[in-house]
């Protein structure tokens, strides 16, 4: 039973122009969701969390949306760099337990 | 900086073999993760400690145990290796007090 799914394995998006990652998650019992970057032959690097209890938190060019009722998150970088380009999870935390997503690459051409 | 090392960055080892992988932080944190990482299954929890000699099992942890005598260092073994267990094994850990874990480079393990 995959409690995080990511449906899109892979993403293209020009340089410049905004990337949008999704997520689906459901456990109601996830307090807080975190995404992650992944590049080749490297650990995973954290990149922006958010509480259950809001709907958006901001870092610089990204931006995660929840939307609880849909059970639903988003992750947003605008602008796209092609340093950006990297595998990208999002997790789910019940009690100190993270539940991966499969993940979704992200390329951006320049 | 959060600094969590892993013992060898690529292994190959063969069927039958006897492994193991060792991970140290030198954040003095209490909690420590071991994943695996496979194409289109992301990260698994194989097993976690949240403290000394603690250890609990997570999503996936047949063929595998830990060990952790001491708070900066967590092993991973593998009592005897199967092709199946060729993957990319990860390293966590994360404070009580932080909502976020902090990963390793990872150990690619190939098993003939």
């Known amino acids: 039973d995959q409690q995080v799914k990511q449906n899109s394995p892979s993403l293209s998006v020009q340089e410049g122009r905004i990337s949008i990652l999704n997520c689906d998650y459901t456990?109601?019992?996830?307090?807080?969701f975190l995404w992650y970057k992944k590049y080749p032959a490297e650990g995973p690097t954290f990149l922006i969390s958010i509480s259950s209890i809001k709907d958006k938190n901001e870092d610089g060019r990204f931006t995660v949306f929840l939307n609880k009722s849909a059970k639903h998150l988003s992750l947003h970088i605008v602008p796209s760099q092609p340093g950006d380009s990297a595998v990208y999870f999002c997790?789910?935390?019940?009690?100190?337990?993270?539940?991966f997503g499969a993940g979704t690459i992200l390329r951006v051409k320049s | 900086d959060v600094k969590v090392t892993q013992s060898s960055r690529y292994l190959v080892k063969r069927t039958g073999e006897k492994v193991f992988l060792e991970c140290v932080q030198d954040m003095d944190h209490e909690n420590m993760f071991w994943y695996r990482q496979d194409p289109g299954l992301g990260l698994r929890l194989i097993y976690f400690s949240y403290d000394v000699k603690m250890k609990e099992k997570g999503d996936i942890p047949e063929g595998y145990s830990v060990s952790r005598e001491k708070k900066e260092r967590f092993s991973l073994i593998l009592e005897s290796a199967s092709t199946n267990q060729t993957s990319m094994y990860l390293c966590a850990i994360q404070g009580y007090s932080t909502d976020t874990q902090y990963f390793g480079p990872g150990t690619r393990l190939t098993v003939l």
């Open positions: 997790a789910g935390r019940n009690g100190n337990k993270l539940v």
């Open positions: 456990n109601s019992m996830f307090d807080y």
